[in-house]
């Protein structure tokens, strides 16, 4: 993603797609409508209308941010389902983690019913077990292991249910 980009929401970010995947104006009324709209700056706005071209082969799959992410899959409906084959790998589901994250000092990222991601204040990315009532509970903290990362899910839950921090993210 255009570094320009990183310091807005995901809400911002989801409104952006949606403009750049439907809106049939010319690039000057798109680049007004972000900028008069949506509170971009100028870059923000210039570095978003360049990646047009990227939308014009169908929406992004529900919930697959082109923009931090960089996956798209050609579609006529929004809430295509992302077939098998395209799930996140390992290190594209820890940056999605991460990209979760970095504007939510503080909270954890709910991963399955007993486990969270954070970050930690140098911005490194960790795991922890919690409480499955939803309470913050830490009782340790430890590193990500690509051991436990087995046909693009981890351990333990089907690739849906890792996918689904990333499509649904829930926060603590």
Not at 95 to 118: F, I, M, N, S, V
Request: net charge negative; hydrophobic share 40%; with cysteine.
């Amino acid at each position: 993603m255009n570094p320009v980009l990183k310091t807005l929401t995901l809400p911002v970010l989801a409104e952006i797609e949606t403009l750049l995947a439907g809106c049939s104006s010319v690039d000057e009324d798109l680049w007004d409508l972000l900028v008069d709209d949506l509170g971009l700056t100028a870059e923000q706005a210039d570095a978003a209308v360049e990646m047009r071209p990227r939308y014009t082969t169908g929406i992004p799959t529900n919930g697959r941010c082109l923009l931090l992410q960089k996956l798209t899959l050609a579609s006529n409906a929004p809430e295509t389902k992302l077939p098998h084959h395209k799930h996140l790998n390992y290190d594209q589901l820890l940056d999605a983690y991460r990209t979760l994250l970095q504007d939510r000092p503080g909270q954890l990222l709910k991963l399955g019913t007993h486990w969270a991601a954070g970050l930690n204040t140098q911005g490194r990315l960790y795991c922890t077990p919690v409480d499955p009532d939803g309470a913050r509970t830490m009782f340790e903290v430890f590193d990500f292991d690509r051991e436990a990362f087995v046909e693009n899910h981890w351990q333990c839950e089907t690739p849906a249910q890792t996918q689904s921090a990333v499509l649904n993210p829930v926060f603590i």
